[in-house]
């Protein structure tokens, strides 16, 4: 015969208690311990959208057991900070290539994408030495992580000398005015735009 429940919590890992005795779950006080109703319980406490991991843990105790269930709670993106930014680009730009959705259930994977995003915005201003990291701040009395991204910028790429290969009816000096590239100017975002096909500008 099954131990009768004597007691059921809501858990944190670390031994926070949440809840005592709380409602809407299968395992209920005073009732036998049965493998299908904490299987359902768990799936309940899911379905909340408050847990991002939950797990069951039954604890012989004077008069039967006790049964904890474990959560890791879910948090959601609520704002991202960028520090150390130097423009370009703008911090908007900035922000729209982390592409981390507020509102959204926080994931490490989604703050790591929105990590590699950010560089590769760097590298098209010419910051191609500039190392990002990102720190989580929790806020798990609302439910909400803040992600605060910190860079460091290096020193932004500048062209060194250009070269031309001209294979067109336009002269040099068009070509080049056109391209507005000059020695010691920052690397444009795309490249250059030649008038004409037969044109090759190397920096």
């Known amino acids: 015969m099954s131990a ?15 809840s005592e005795a709380p409602a809407g779950l299968s395992v209920a006080i005073g009732k036998p311990l049965d493998r299908d109703q904490v299987a359902e319980s768990i799936r309940a406490l899911y379905r909340t ?17 006790r049964v904890d269930f474990v959560v890791r709670e879910q948090l959601f993106f609520n704002q ?3 520090r150390g930014l130097v423009t370009p680009p703008t911090e908007a730009s900035a922000i729209a290539a982390v592409q981390l959705p507020l509102g959204q259930a926080y994931r490490a994977d989604a703050v790591n994408e929105g990590l590699e995003r ?3 915005l760097l590298k098209e201003e010419g910051l191609y030495a500039a190392q990002v990291s990102a720190d989580t701040v929790p806020h798990t009395q609302d439910h909400q992580m803040d992600v605060i991204i910190t860079i460091h910028a290096g020193p ?4 060194k000398e250009v070269q031309l290969t001209n294979g067109t009816e336009y002269g040099n ?4 005015a056109r ?24 920096w």
């Open 4 to 18: 009768t429940v004597v007691a059921v919590r809501i858990v944190t890992e670390d031994g926070r208690v949440l």
């Open 156 to 159: 932004r790429a500048r062209i």
């Open 80 to 82: 991202v900070i960028i």
């Open 118 to 120: 950010l560089r590769e």
């Open 173 to 176: 000096l068009e070509i080049l």
């Open 179 to 202: 391209s507005k590239l000059k020695p010691e100017a920052r690397l444009p975002l795309h490249g250059c735009s030649a008038p004409q096909r037969g044109c090759a500008i190397s």
């Open 49 to 65: 959208g408050d847990y991002a991991d939950v797990r069951a843990v039954s604890t012989p105790v004077d008069g039967g057991m």
